[in-house]
């Protein structure tokens, strides 16, 4: 396996493949790989002939009072598991390759960048699509590979490929979770033992929803007041939000219908994390 730093090099070893006949996948990571990951990695080397992994901590995607600067790091035990999933290249920028001294673009899908996450993260969503756009531009990828954890990133990512025409597809890839049900982040470490229980009401709260829906219960209010009363019994969890939305637009909807996603964002002590259903 291969370890690329610049654009150039990522852009050339693509375009040899290409060449070759293969189709290229990409699956975009900060690092802190872990086995959500590594199923990306998986579903991209199924379909696939060539696997890029980029590892970038993007900078432009944290706020000012975020954790950039303690985000897990841990690049060589990143690319050991990058390459036992298939991966053919790790590309592994610095920061002034990505954006360079002087750089003024940065792409704003407007609507959607405000809302779930972007509406208590400004300008998260900013940092996404630039960053996003700048790594398919770079390794002029077939498909890229997301996890529907981030399925507000994910919405966010489909409108902006649309929008600028770009080839890419955007393949999800399923939640994975922990044994007890605690959906995979890198961001998980930062837990306490006692948090980590605590965290367990995100995926209880999930499940409840999940099982009203099957039960015949759509109504959204009623959904959301569920999921609320089960979070509520942890008193180290404070609500960031708790949503039915569109996952096309990200905006409100009254009744669960397929094409429609149940989120949740919950602060956990000073570590905030996220899941959600999708509702078939």
């Given amino acids: 396996m291969e370890i690329l730093r610049s654009v150039a090099e990522i852009r050339q070893w693509s375009r040899a493949g290409r060449c070759k006949g293969r189709v290229i ?7 802190a790989l872990h086995a959500g990951h590594a ?3 998986r579903a991209a080397r199924e379909s696939c002939g060539l696997v890029a992994v980029s590892i970038f901590v993007n900078p432009t995607q944290f706020g000012p009072n975020e954790d950039y600067e303690r985000y897990p790091r841990s690049f060589e035990a990143d690319c050991v598991l990058a390459e036992s999933e298939g991966a053919d290249v790790v590309f592994a920028p610095a ?15 407007e609507g959607l960048s405000g809302r779930l996450d972007g509406a208590s993260r400004p300008g998260h969503f900013r940092g996404v699509a ?8 770079a390794t002029e990828a077939d498909r890229a590979f997301f996890g529907q954890k981030d399925a507000a990133q994910v919405a966010v ?6 929008d600028l025409r770009l080839s890419t597809e955007i393949v999800v890839c ?20 006692t948090e980590r229980l605590q965290a367990l009401a995100l995926s209880r709260a999930i499940r409840q929803v ?15 007041e ?10 180290g969890a404070r609500v960031d939000y708790i949503e039915l939305v569109s996952w096309a637009t990200l905006e409100p909807v009254e009744i669960a219908a397929p094409g429609s996603i149940f989120a949740v964002a919950t602060w956990i002590g000073a570590t905030r994390l996220i899941d959600n259903i999708v509702i078939e």
Wanted: hydrophobic share 50%; charged share 20%.
């Fill in 226 to 235: 569920a999921a609320r009363q089960i979070i509520a019994t942890e008193i």
């Fill in 174 to 193: 399923p939640i994975v979770r922990e044994p007890d049900g605690l959906a995979l982040s890198s961001r998980n470490v930062y837990l306490s033992p």
């Fill in 25 to 31: 996948g990409l699956t975009p990571t900060m690092g």
């Fill in 157 to 162: 990512l489909r409108r902006m490929v649309a």
């Fill in 130 to 137: 630039t960053v996003v756009a700048t790594l398919l531009n």
């Fill in 95 to 109: 920061v002034e390759e990505i954006y360079p001294v002087g750089a003024a673009t940065y792409i704003e899908v």
């Fill in 210 to 224: 999940e099982a009203l829906v099957s039960s015949g219960e759509r109504r959204a209010n009623a959904l959301i």
């Fill in 39 to 41: 199923s990306l990695i």
